[in-house]
């Protein structure tokens, strides 16, 4: 359940969950340009390129994921990133 500092989100592609859990920020890779949804933000559905997605979490350390395009909602403190491949990167 998200805190005051973040919201939830989930990446999930068709073979598994690639993350779960709480975020203070992601950025994604838009079709339509680079964009960043923070806590409270307006419910919105997005398509998304390949490239990468760049998660902070709540202890001030970040994860990213190279993903190879899908789709991104969000809505009340709520996100989803369906990706068709979501990989870790190092």
């Known amino acids: ?3 005051e500092k973040g919201f939830d989100l989930n990446i999930v592609t068709p073979v598994a969950s690639a ?13 339509e340009g680079q964009f960043q949804v923070l806590k409270d933000h307006a419910a919105l559905l997005a398509g ?3 490239g ?9 350390t970040e994860l990213s994921f190279l993903v190879s395009g899908g789709f991104f909602e969000v809505s009340n403190n709520r996100a989803t ?4 491949s979501a990989e870790p990167m190092k």
């Open 1 to 3: 359940m998200a805190s």
């Open 52 to 60: 990468k997605v760049k998660l902070q979490l709540p202890d001030k």
């Open 19 to 31: 993350f779960e859990g709480e975020v203070v920020s992601v950025t994604l890779p838009g079709t």
């Open 48 to 50: 998304i390129d390949k």
């Open 81 to 84: 990133l369906l990706a068709e």
